[in-house]
T-cell receptor
């Protein structure tokens, strides 16, 4: 069964450093998402991406964040200058159609900012 | 986005049925009722969804009230692997919907052997 994959599984970085989290969505999917989950808290929407552009972003997704689909298979989330409060699990998800179609989530990347 | 209300936690015994309730009194006609769950240390996964009629799949059943203001996710025989946080999420079917999921706190289901 096709699945969403994410790398790395765990990333440790120093405050102020740039990080890139990588995701490979399911191959025939067209809509892509990033979510984050701070330890002990609920899953929060960050951004949705369709047709090579951001379709919606949350208040969390400020200028420090960016997303890219560089080569038709990878979907990346970049944090330019990490802060302590960026420490969280980051989940990538994809879906074939937008709106109400099933979203398939990856296993997540645990980001630890020291 | 329409709001849902779920109990914070529930307990069940293994191999017994579990009924997880969700209230969504402000649901609109184009809102689908989706259920996702998150097993420990994993990403969320889809369980089931419906609009008006009750639905069954290999994982669970979804019972939707006639007025659609509430629904119940039914796990017919809970296993230890079903211990997870269960999220009831409303999603409207419209061209302006980017498909994002808005997660609440969900219901933490504990399954006892």
């Amino acid at each position: 069964e096709p699945e969403v994959t994410q790398t790395p599984s765990h990333q440790v970085t120093q405050m102020g450093q740039e990080v890139i989290l990588r995701c490979v969505p399911i191959s025939n999917h067209l809509y892509f998402y990033w979510y984050r989950q701070i330890l002990g808290q609920k899953v929060e929407f960050l951004v949705s991406f369709y047709n090579n552009e951001i379709s919606e972003k949350s208040e969390i997704f400020d200028d420090q964040f960016s997303v890219e689909r560089p080569d038709g298979s990878n979907f990346t989330l970049k944090i330019r200058s990490t802060k302590l409060e960026d420490s969280a699990m980051y989940f990538c998800a994809s879906t074939r159609d937008g709106s109400t179609d099933t979203q398939y989530f990856g296993p997540g990347t645990r980001l630890t900012v020291l | 986005d329409a709001k849902t209300t779920q109990p914070n936690s529930m307990e069940s015994n293994e191999e017994e049925p579990v009924h997880l309730p969700c209230n969504h009194s402000t649901i609109s006609g184009t809102d689908y009722i989706h259920w996702y769950r998150q097993l420990p240390s994993q990403g969320p996964e889809y369980v089931i969804h419906g609009l008006t009629s009750n639905v069954n799949n290999r994982m669970a059943s979804l019972a939707i009230a006639e007025d659609r203001k509430s629904s119940t996710l039914i796990l017919h025989r809970a296993t230890l692997r079903d211990a997870a946080v269960y999220y009831c999420i409303l999603r409207y079917d419209g061209s302006s919907n980017t498909g994002k999921l808005i997660f609440g706190q969900g219901t933490t289901l504990q399954v006892k052997p």
